[in-house]
């Protein structure tokens, strides 16, 4: 029982390591061992998008549904080339957008309110380009049975002007652009975006100006190329999750670009299910409509990705026109904004196994931040709510402490008569633990209780957009990366030599040693964690220090009373 507070510390390490092993788990890079002559080597030729073509689109009287994977046609590098290309410039408040005539498609989605680097704050976010090293394009249209003239993202679409920029006073920018097919199909494709929202609207209107029926189904595709960034163990950045991801209504799953390098993913049926490109604190996702029934896919080729949906076919009679709606998300994983879009949509929000502890932290973190518009002051608050929270199991823990700190004395006397027999040195001890009304074990207590809410702050911390680039005070500029000074871990390191003062030492000499080394080890470990992370530990840390040093005065008092 004298090694309790040794067995915390390690059980606090066995938890850092089951997070690092889930880490790898879900973000270490899983791209399969290609042979030499299927290897693509981006280093010497240029990453194109695949012209991914829908599959055949049933008969409107079908009742199978279809089962056909996506077909990936064979990349063409003409399909990059920006000379003769017709883009429209789409501004707004939080979104520069350019959009291809050639198919109707977004080719280019910058984020102006987030640069790449604080350093750099010319340079934005770009969630789609056309740079072949990090290509990546909505692809999106109407497809026929017959997929001979079709308002498909190959098609030639039209538009009035060349820029479309959300004015002052305005609270929504449409961007309409036409297409008129063979024998009287005319298309209106319309992209609505609103004032500080990230979310597209996308409206087809149909008009059949033919003498015969018209049947088409709308799809909506991303494409990307998979981007394979440096592990680095100084960077936890570097470790996120960059790929397609899906919800088919029922359950969210990311997948690998070697599971989709085995097999395709394809579910039919779904309704309320969405498809999206996802990275660190940033996503791209298409939304069919709720009440739609839908089929999701996802394929690989090569080391590019496709994942998209096909709607049911529609049929539109001769005069008569008809309407198809869907939404698009390209922007920072803001949880208010993705629900907006679906319900199920901050998903992408990856808090991992502890989700039920993270999801109300952070929205604590968020009502705290909206009073004192400081995310770091937001966490040193939470962190004595949570310590007020818990105020009185840790006083017992605190006072059993205290209690065992004033036996020390006479445990090393217990020590040196029983030197050589540790049977009888035990028993005497716990009959001094009985008979003073100590428990030893209690000491476990506080740690236990932090651990599931450090770990959820870890989450939090990592994965919340809100906090990208927060700063707090001083040199620390940014909440969600190391501190660029180490100033912070080492102030931590020296609260916990303090705490380790107020505690009882450990009775065994090397199990002593090892606890005045353990600062040092938090120190080294915690200095290339979040600031953020580290701020709430250091935090609580010191009100624990407090707390331990008013108990130990309350027990020495209460003491000295009795005596």
Same mark, same amino acid.
């Given at each position: 029982?004298?090694?309790?507070?040794?067995?915390?510390?390690?059980?606090?390490?066995?938890?850092?390591?089951?997070?690092?092993?889930?880490?790898?788990?879900?973000?270490?890079?899983?791209?399969?061992?290609?042979?030499?002559?299927?290897?693509?080597?981006?280093?010497?030729?240029?990453?194109?998008?695949?012209?991914?073509?829908?599959?055949?689109?049933?008969?409107?009287?079908?009742?199978?549904?279809?089962?056909?994977?996506?077909?990936?046609?064979?990349?063409?590098?003409?399909?990059?080339?920006?000379?003769?290309?017709?883009?429209?410039?789409?501004?707004?408040?939080?979104?520069?957008?350019?959009?291809?005539?050639?198919?109707?498609?977004?080719?280019?989605?910058?984020?102006?309110?987030?640069?790449?680097?604080?350093?750099?704050?010319?340079?934005?976010?770009?969630?789609?380009?056309?740079?072949?090293?990090?290509?990546?394009?909505?692809?999106?249209?109407?497809?026929?049975?017959?997929?001979?003239?079709?308002?498909?993202?190959?098609?030639?679409?039209?538009?009035?002007?060349?820029?479309?920029?959300?004015?002052?006073?305005?609270?929504?920018?449409?961007?309409?652009?036409?297409?008129?097919?063979?024998?009287?199909?005319?298309?209106?494709?319309?992209?609505?975006?609103?004032?500080?929202?990230?979310?597209?609207?996308?409206?087809?209107?149909?008009?059949?100006?033919?003498?015969?029926?018209?049947?088409?189904?709308?799809?909506?595709?991303?494409?990307?190329?998979?981007?394979?960034?440096?592990?680095?163990?100084?960077?936890?950045?570097?470790?996120?999750?960059?790929?397609?991801?899906?919800?088919?209504?029922?359950?969210?799953?990311?997948?690998?670009?070697?599971?989709?390098?085995?097999?395709?993913?394809?579910?039919?049926?779904?309704?309320?299910?969405?498809?999206?490109?996802?990275?660190?604190?940033?996503?791209?996702?298409?939304?069919?409509?709720?009440?739609?029934?839908?089929?999701?896919?996802?394929?690989?080729?090569?080391?590019?990705?496709?994942?998209?949906?096909?709607?049911?076919?529609?049929?539109?009679?001769?005069?008569?026109?008809?309407?198809?709606?869907?939404?698009?998300?390209?922007?920072?994983?803001?949880?208010?904004?993705?629900?907006? #879009?679906?319900? %199920?949509?901050?998903?992408?929000?990856?808090?991992?196994?502890?989700?039920?502890?993270? +999801? @109300? !932290? *952070?929205? =604590?973190?968020?009502?705290?931040?909206?009073?004192?518009?400081?995310?770091?002051?937001?966490?040193?608050?939470?962190?004595?709510?949570?310590?007020?929270?818990?105020?009185?199991?840790?006083?017992?823990?605190?006072?059993?402490?205290?209690?065992?700190?004033?036996?020390?004395?006479?445990?090393?006397?217990?020590?040196?008569?029983?030197?050589?027999?540790?049977?009888?040195?035990?028993?005497?001890?716990?009959?001094?633990?009985?008979?003073?009304?100590?428990?030893?074990?209690?000491?476990?207590?506080?740690?236990?209780?932090?651990?599931?809410?450090?770990?959820?702050?870890?989450?939090?911390?990592?994965?919340? #957009?809100?906090? %990208?680039?927060?700063?707090?005070?001083?040199?620390?500029?940014?909440?969600?990366?190391? +501190? @660029? !000074? *180490?100033? =912070?871990?080492?102030?931590?390191?020296?609260?916990?030599?303090?705490?380790?003062?107020?505690?009882?030492?450990?009775?065994?000499?090397?199990?002593?040693?090892?606890?005045?080394?353990?600062?040092?080890?938090?120190?080294?470990?915690?200095?290339?964690?979040?600031?953020?992370?580290?701020?709430?530990?250091?935090?609580?840390?010191?009100?624990?220090?407090?707390?331990?040093?008013?108990?130990?005065?309350?027990?020495?008092?209460?003491?000295?009373?009795?005596?």
């Amino acid at each position: 029982m004298q090694n309790q507070r040794l067995f915390a510390w390690a059980l606090f390490g066995l938890l850092i390591l089951m997070t690092w092993q889930q880490w790898q788990e879900d973000y270490a890079p899983r791209l399969p061992t290609e042979s030499s002559a299927d290897a693509v080597d981006t280093t010497q030729q240029p990453v194109v998008s695949p012209l991914d073509l829908p599959p055949d689109v049933p008969e409107v009287s079908q009742t199978e549904e279809s089962t056909a994977t996506p077909a990936l046609a064979t990349p063409d590098v003409a399909d990059l080339a920006t000379d003769n290309r017709q883009l429209l410039s789409v501004s707004t408040d939080v979104l520069n957008l350019q959009i291809d005539l050639a198919g109707g498609d977004i080719v280019s989605a910058k984020l102006p309110a987030y640069p790449v680097d604080k350093d750099s704050p010319d340079v934005p976010v770009a969630l789609m380009s056309m740079d072949p090293r990090e290509f990546a394009a909505f692809r999106l249209g109407l497809t026929t049975r017959n997929k001979q003239d079709e308002p498909n993202h190959q098609a030639s679409f039209r538009s009035t002007a060349n820029q479309y920029e959300l004015q002052p006073g305005d609270d929504a920018l449409r961007v309409p652009l036409t297409w008129t097919g063979a024998g009287g199909i005319e298309i209106t494709k319309t992209f609505v975006l609103q004032r500080g929202s990230y979310a597209i609207d996308v409206v087809y209107e149909i008009q059949n100006k033919s003498d015969i029926a018209w049947d088409a189904a709308p799809y909506a595709r991303i494409v990307h190329v998979a981007k394979a960034p440096e592990r680095s163990l100084f960077d936890v950045e570097s470790y996120s999750f960059d790929g397609p991801a899906t919800f088919d209504g029922n359950e969210y799953e990311k997948h690998s670009l070697k599971d989709l390098g085995k097999s395709a993913y394809l579910v039919e049926g779904v309704q309320g299910g969405w498809v999206a490109a996802i990275e660190h604190h940033f996503l791209s996702a298409i939304v069919p409509p709720a009440d739609a029934t839908v089929r999701l896919d996802a394929a690989r080729s090569g080391e590019q990705f496709v994942t998209g949906y096909v709607g049911q076919p529609i049929r539109v009679e001769p005069g008569a026109g008809s309407t198809v709606t869907l939404d698009l998300f390209v922007g920072p994983k803001l949880q208010d904004q993705l629900r907006d #879009v679906s319900p %199920r949509l901050p998903l992408t929000v990856d808090y991992g196994m502890l989700t039920l502890l993270s +999801d @109300p !932290l *952070f929205w =604590l973190l968020s009502k705290v931040h909206s009073f004192v518009g400081n995310w770091g002051w937001a966490i040193i608050i939470v962190t004595l709510l949570i310590k007020l929270v818990f105020y009185k199991l840790t006083e017992q823990s605190g006072r059993s402490m205290a209690k065992m700190r004033k036996l020390q004395p006479r445990l090393k006397a217990l020590q040196e008569r029983y030197k050589d027999d540790r049977q009888k040195l035990s028993e005497a001890m716990m009959e001094m633990y009985k008979r003073e009304k100590v428990n030893p074990a209690a000491g476990c207590l506080p740690i236990l209780i932090q651990m599931p809410f450090f770990l959820a702050f870890y989450w939090v911390l990592l994965e919340s #957009v809100e906090m %990208r680039q927060a700063p707090f005070m001083l040199w620390i500029n940014d909440l969600s990366s190391r +501190d @660029p !000074l *180490f100033i =912070l871990p080492l102030l931590m390191g020296a609260a916990m030599l303090a705490q380790q003062q107020l505690n009882p030492a450990p009775a065994d000499p090397v199990q002593a040693k090892v606890m005045r080394i353990l600062p040092v080890v938090f120190c080294v470990m915690f200095a290339f964690f979040p600031a953020g992370l580290v701020l709430y530990w250091f935090t609580n840390t010191i009100l624990g220090v407090a707390q331990q040093w008013q108990i130990n005065r309350v027990v020495a008092a209460e003491g000295h009373s009795r005596d």
